[in-house]
């Protein structure tokens, strides 16, 4: 059984900073991509970031590139998401999601089988 468990989310205002976690569990997190999505009220879950199974490769939506930064620690079995100059656009709840069987990411949200709980991030103006 492969479990996701996000944390880390909260209220913040413009310009802040937030790291989120996610912790994996499962044998083969190490050879897995991973990725982060986002959905916000009345919107599609739309890609954040996704990240290799060494974390040598990665790659960002056009909207947080620059201010996010993902990276693993495979000896953690963890991911994690480091979210500087947030505006009120990052406003959504994040979702953590795992390619098991796949070295590398996508940016395509039907390409990830396993998903958190997801955990809100709200920023304020």
Not at 26 to 36: E, Q, V, Y
Not at 101 to 106: D, I
Request: glycine fraction near 10%; aromatic fraction near 12%.
């Amino acid at each position: 059984q492969v479990q996701l468990v996000e944390s880390g989310g909260g209220l913040v205002q413009a310009g802040d900073s937030l790291r989120l976690s996610c912790a994996a569990s499962g044998r083969t997190f190490s050879s897995s991509a991973m990725a982060w999505f986002r959905q916000a009220p009345g919107k599609e879950r739309e890609f954040v970031a996704h990240i290799n199974w060494s974390g040598g490769s990665t790659a960002y939506a056009d909207s947080v590139k620059g201010r996010f930064t993902i990276s693993r620690d495979n000896a953690k079995n963890a991911v994690y998401l480091q979210m500087n100059s947030l505006k009120p656009e990052d406003t959504a709840v994040y979702y953590c999601a795992a390619r098991y069987g796949y070295s590398s990411g996508s940016e395509t949200r039907y390409e990830y089988r396993y998903w958190g709980q997801g955990t809100q991030v709200t920023v304020s103006s």
